[in-house]
Every structure is written in structure tokens, then in C-alpha cells.
């Protein structure tokens, strides 16, 4: 990897999703013919913002598609608490938050927001919103305490109850298997360096198609690998903590080969349920109109998303990455014959997490262009929304999407008369769900949208200082109050629109 890009991957570590300073539809008859815009991923913004259509504020009633997928969404570390019930082990988590300094206020999640006892109350909540689809994730270390072995059943049980009992309220199940949890027994072994830990992976994935493989409609195998790279192992300012930019990359192979291992195990048990992986994909825009800048766009546009995408849906990793990162990288030596077969096993759905865009300069820097939210590394723009989704369905084809992650931290405070008005975030969601109409009017195959998140939990190393959630969560009583973004939601979902 160049000196050059390995810096500015390094300070976009430090701006990445998550980081931390602790340290009648209305579309009309479309065809995926009718996605257009600019190719490869230099999206220009200048493009986007001089339409008419999406400059300015949607205009009457925008009507989704019937049984449009209307969601929310968690992961298991951040809401479940219960860290040492049932025969829990430890995950990266608990040894990174319980590490002093790495944890904003050192909070951790060993209670968060307590849905692992919650969970019934918590479903009904959902169900009372109106949800058709909830996004969860499975503990790695309740099912495996120390990653391999045979599944500790009272972890299964507990997932079985929660599939369960979101199916008796109409809600449909979909399953992240790994959303950064990584049993602490696997990091002391090598971690996601170590190529066996994406075999064991699979093994786990085994045992939870097994046990739970005729109630789960849709499985997602790996939330945002990208984070995992940039967050564990660029910046270091997530778990485990590490600064190594040659591990970082043989990491995100791992991640990858363990995707796909897993998508070959839900084949092999002949489960029912779809798959596919979910990504955080940034819209890469050159922040001016110079050659150079437009090459440091492509270029990283091949580290933030094509490295993900174009191995799974292509198989093959873009050469100007491997170019970049050289063939004596740990991550190019670690490549061997047909890991790419692996990873690019058909998957049934892709899974796109939106949050920010990125603008580029001509010497491989990023700018901002557009305010920020309450995490410094979120630049609020909804025509990204557009960009991405049109951007994935033009350059790999129509297979079928969901936004899995979109939202909005926002000051949230519980008034004095019980409510909680978060009107930025109900802005927020307006229009990116706006631009995620458009998309589906230009022809992306768009299935459903779940909001990050439900709830207010841990913001990794934000600790509980970030809230998220669609539902304010007053952690000393655990009480959970519906903010006003939810009662706009219900509405949103009851109208199937804005
Ligand atoms: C995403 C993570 C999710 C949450 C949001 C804000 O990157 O997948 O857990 O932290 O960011």
C-alpha cells in the first residue's frame, strides 16, 4: 500500500462509521435499464444536486412498493446486556470496553439496554410500531463461549424465543450471524488474521442454520467487514484495538473467505432462509474536478467499497486495491486458490448500510462538504442514499437490495411531559427514505429499510453518549419511551409512505 494512501486511510479510519474520540406505489412500470449516472463509483455530486427532483423536498405522497419491508435494527453487544448469563463467554467487546481509556466514560455493554430480559416487552414495542422486519444479531460467544464446540443450548433457546415471538407478532426475522462480537478465546488465537478463525465461523454459522434455520427467512453473514479493517485494525479506536495497516488487510480477506464459507454452510444444511452480506457502502465523490483528484476517488472508492463488493458479487478483488496494497502485502501473499470461489458463492441479497459520503482530493485527502451530525464522521446527505443504491444495481446487476443501517444520533432529552422530540431525526429519515423512493423509481430492486436502530444502546467506543435510537431508552430505569420519530414512523409504515 502506498505511504500516501495508507495515511489517508488511516485519518478516514479515524473519521469511519462508528468512531470515537475516547480515545398505489407511485413509481410506475421501472427496469433495472433505467438506473443511470456516472460510472465506477466517482459519483459527481454536482450531477445529483443539480436535479430537479432531488433538490427539492418530496412533494406529495410517496407510496412504497406493496410489502416493502418496513424495519428497524439492533446487534446483540449493543442492546442485550445479560453479559454473564446462560453461559455467555467473552467477547473482543467486554476486553475492549473493560480496557480503561478505550470507552468513552468506560461504559461497556454488560448491561446495555437490557433486551436480554427485555426482549418480550421490546417485541411488543415493535409490534405496536407497526414493524414488518427486525434486524438482530446473533452472540457468537452465548452460542460458542469460547468460539468452537459444540452450541451452548440456553444461547440458541434465547434466539429461538426472540425468532419466535417475533413471528407471532407478523414481524419477519432476519439474523446478523456477526456483528463484531468476536469470542475473546478466538482474538487470543490470532483473531480475523488467522485464517482459521474463518472456518470456525462457518462451524458457528452451522450450528445456528441448524437450530434456527426454518424460522429465519434472511441471515446476513458479516456486518460491515469494512469497520472491522478501518475501525479494529486501521485506527485502532474499535476492537481489538490494533494499528497495523498489513494485518488490516489480511483481516478483511478473512472476513470475506468466512462470508462465504458461511453462505456455503446454509447450502449445505439445505436451509430455507436467503443470505447475503451487509456492507457499508460510502458514495465516493472527488472534491474538485481535477484528473488527479478524480484517480485518489477511484482509488478510494476500491478500499471503501469495491474491495467488498466486487469479491462477492464478481469474484475478484479490484487490482488497482491489490495493486495499491503490493504483492508482498500480508493480504495479497494470504489470497490462495479458490478462496474467491468462496466468497463470491451466489448470495441471495445484499445488504447496504448508508450513513455518510465521502469527497475526495486530488491528493488522496477527504473534505467535508455538507454538515455533520452529532458523530463528527457523519456528513448528512440523502441524494448518497440515491447515489449508492443506483451505483450497486447499475454495476452488479439486479439483485435484490435492503437498507439494513440509516439513521441519525441525535441530543435527545426526556422532557418533563414524558416525550422526547427528536425532530432532526425524523428530517433525517424523511429524506433519506425520499432518496431511497427515487432509487426504487429508477429501477433498484429495493425490498425493505430498517432504521438504525430501535433502540438507544452502546455506540461502540461512544459508549451510551450517542443516542440513536427510534425509542429513548432511560438507562438508570431501563423505562423505554417512544421518541417522536417513532410515532412518525408508525405512521410512515401504516401509510406504506411519506
Ligand atoms: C454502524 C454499525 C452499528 C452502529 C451504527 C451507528 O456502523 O453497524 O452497529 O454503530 O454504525
Not at 426526556?414 to 432509487?439: C, Q, S
Request: glycine share 10%.
Amino acid at each position: 500500500m502506498s505511504t500516501l494512501t495508507r495515511r489517508h486511510l488511516l485519518r478516514r479510519a479515524a473519521l469511519s462509521a462508528t468512531s470515537a474520540t475516547a480515545a398505489g406505489t407511485g413509481l410506475g412500470a421501472t427496469t433495472t435499464a433505467a438506473v443511470v449516472g456516472t460510472a465506477g463509483g466517482c459519483d459527481d455530486p454536482d450531477e445529483s444536486a443539480a436535479d430537479p427532483d432531488t433538490a427539492a423536498a418530496p412533494a406529495g405522497p410517496l407510496r412504497f412498493p406493496p410489502d416493502f419491508g418496513w424495519g428497524a435494527a439492533t446487534s446483540a453487544y449493543q442492546i442485550e446486556g445479560a453479559a454473564k448469563e446462560d453461559g455467555r463467554g467473552e467477547s473482543v467487546w467486554d476486553t475492549f470496553s473493560r480496557t480503561p481509556g478505550r470507552v468513552r466514560n468506560g461504559d461497556t455493554g454488560d448491561v446495555a439496554a437490557d433486551h436480554y430480559h427485555r426482549w418480550r416487552d421490546d417485541l411488543d414495542l415493535m409490534r405496536d410500531l407497526g414493524l414488518r422486519s427486525y434486524r438482530f444479531s446473533i452472540s457468537w460467544p452465548r452460542i460458542q463461549a469460547d468460539g468452537t464446540g459444540a452450541p451452548n443450548q440456553r444461547g440458541l433457546d434465547f434466539y429461538r424465543r426472540l425468532v419466535d415471538g417475533l413471528h407471532e407478532r407478523g414481524i419477519a426475522p432476519m439474523a446478523t450471524l456477526f456483528h463484531w462480537d468476536l469470542p475473546q478465546a478466538l482474538q487470543d488465537a490470532g483473531g480475523w488474521e488467522s485464517r482459521d478463525v474463518a472456518h470456525r465461523f462457518a462451524d458457528y454459522a452451522d450450528a445456528v442454520f441448524r437450530a434456527l434455520g426454518d424460522r429465519v427467512p434472511v441471515w446476513l453473514t458479516i456486518n460491515e467487514p469494512k469497520t472491522v479493517v478501518q475501525n479494529g485494525y486501521l485506527s485502532g479506536h474499535h476492537a481489538p484495538g490494533r494499528q497495523d495497516p498489513d494485518a488490516a488487510y489480511l483481516v478483511a480477506h478473512h472476513l470475506q473467505l468466512a462470508h462465504g464459507l458461511a453462505v456455503q454452510a446454509l447450502r449445505a444444511v439445505g436451509g430455507a432462509g436467503r443470505i447475503g452480506p451487509a456492507f457499508n457502502l460510502h458514495p465516493c465523490y472527488p472534491a474538485d474536478d481535477t484528473p488527479e483528484a478524480a484517480a485518489a476517488t477511484r482509488l478510494y472508492d476500491g478500499y471503501e467499497n469495491r474491495l467488498y463488493l466486487d469479491s462477492v458479487l464478481r469474484g475478484s478483488y479490484p487490482q488497482d486495491v491489490l495493486a495499491d496494497l503490493g504483492p508482498d502485502s500480508r493480504m495479497v501473499r494470504g489470497i490462495r486458490d479458490g478462496d474467491l470461489a468462496v466468497i463470491s458463492a451466489p448470495v441471495d441479497l445484499l445488504a447496504v448500510q448508508y450513513y455518510t459520503p465521502i469527497y475526495v482530493t486530488a491528493g488522496g485527502g477527504t473534505v467535508r462538504r455538507w454538515p455533520t451530525s452529532e458523530a463528527d464522521w457523519q456528513q448528512i446527505y440523502p441524494d448518497g442514499m440515491y447515489d449508492i443504491l443506483t451505483r450497486v444495481t447499475r454495476d452488479y446487476g439486479p439483485i435484490p437490495l435492503t437498507v439494513t443501517e440509516n439513521g441519525l444520533p441525535t441530543p435527545d432529552v426526556l422532557g418533563a411531559d414524558g416525550t422526547v422530540d427528536d425532530a432532526g431525526r425524523i428530517d433525517f429519515l424523511r429524506d433519506h427514505l425520499a432518496a431511497a423512493h427515487r432509487a426504487i423509481g429508477a429501477g433498484v430492486p429495493l425490498e425493505s429499510f430498517h432504521v438504525w436502530s430501535l433502540l438507544d444502546n452502546f455506540e461502540w467506543a461512544e459508549g451510551y453518549d450517542q443516542r440513536w435510537g427510534l425509542v429513548y431508552v432511560d438507562y438508570p430505569t431501563q423505562h423505554r419511551v417512544l421518541k417522536r420519530s417513532a410515532h412518525w414512523y408508525r405512521t410512515v409504515i401504516a401509510r406504506n409512505g411519506l
